[in-house]
């Protein structure tokens, strides 16, 4: 399988812990996104990488969120402390860069409960 | 930045025609079409670039007034497969994709 995988799935855990998200993007790929979508709404930019390059961070992302990709293939997402607000599907997605940016391709996601 | 769609919802019978529209307020580089089904992840339907040029994989066809920094997908003899919620991503530069709401297609029998 090529697609972008995304790991866990799912998550539950207890206000004020912290959980970790992987992404493992389509190889040849390396612009990587991270978005996050609650019910009914689009999907919320959070981050992204240009390789292992973080180009921008969303400034509505408090300092608890943090994204890594080291080595410019796969990435992961830390959220500390968390609240009952992260409640989200998390989800990643690649690219191709080009001129302007190529098709995205979306893993799963992984959903977060926070109790 | 969060660009604007309307309608935020389209009922249909199989057979009829919907157009989804997407504005931003900021000049544009590209605009994206997404579509999700309940559950699942947004599946790529086409790109339209500035200077007229679109990629697709689908027979769905979109307009990008770039003057205007409007978008359209239009879907013509609207099919049950077609149902789903449709986003529209536009591309501001640096190859950043912010993502509108939403439209939720629904194709009834």
């Known amino acids: 399988d090529t697609g972008v995988s995304q790991d866990p799935r799912h998550k539950i855990t207890k206000r004020g812990q912290n959980v970790t998200f992987r992404c493992d993007p389509i190889?040849?790929?390396?612009?990587l996104y991270w978005y996050r979508q609650t019910l009914g709404q689009g999907p919320e930019f959070l981050t992204y990488?240009?390789?292992?390059?973080?180009?921008?961070k969303s400034r509505l992302l408090s300092d608890r969120f943090s994204a890594e990709r080291p080595k410019g293939s796969f990435s992961t997402l830390e959220i500390q402390r968390t609240e009952q607000g992260d409640s989200a599907m998390y989800l990643c997605?690649?690219?191709?860069?080009?001129?302007?940016?190529?098709?995205?391709?979306f893993g799963e996601g992984s959903r977060l409960t926070v109790l | 930045q969060q660009p604007v769609q309307s309608p935020q919802a389209v009922i249909l019978r199989e057979g009829e025609d919907a157009v989804i529209n997407c504005s931003s307020s900021?000049?544009?580089?590209?605009v994206h079409w997404y579509r999700q089904k309940h559950g699942e992840a947004p599946v790529f339907l086409m790109i339209?670039?500035?200077?007229?040029e679109q990629k697709g994989h689908e027979k769905i066809s979109a307009s990008f007034n770039e003057k205007k920094q409007q978008s359209s997908l239009y879907l013509t003899a609207s099919q049950l497969s077609y149902s789903g919620t449709y986003f529209c991503?536009?591309?501001?530069?640096?190859?950043?994709?912010?993502f509108g709401q939403g439209t939720e297609l629904s194709v009834k029998p």
């Open positions: 900021k000049a544009l580089y590209s």
């Open positions: 990488f240009q390789n292992e390059a973080q180009l921008e």
């Open positions: 997605a690649s690219s191709e860069v080009g001129e302007v940016t190529g098709e995205l391709f």
């Open positions: 190889s040849e790929h390396n612009r």
């Open positions: 339209l670039l500035k200077g007229g």
């Open positions: 991503g536009t591309e501001v530069g640096g190859g950043k994709l912010i």
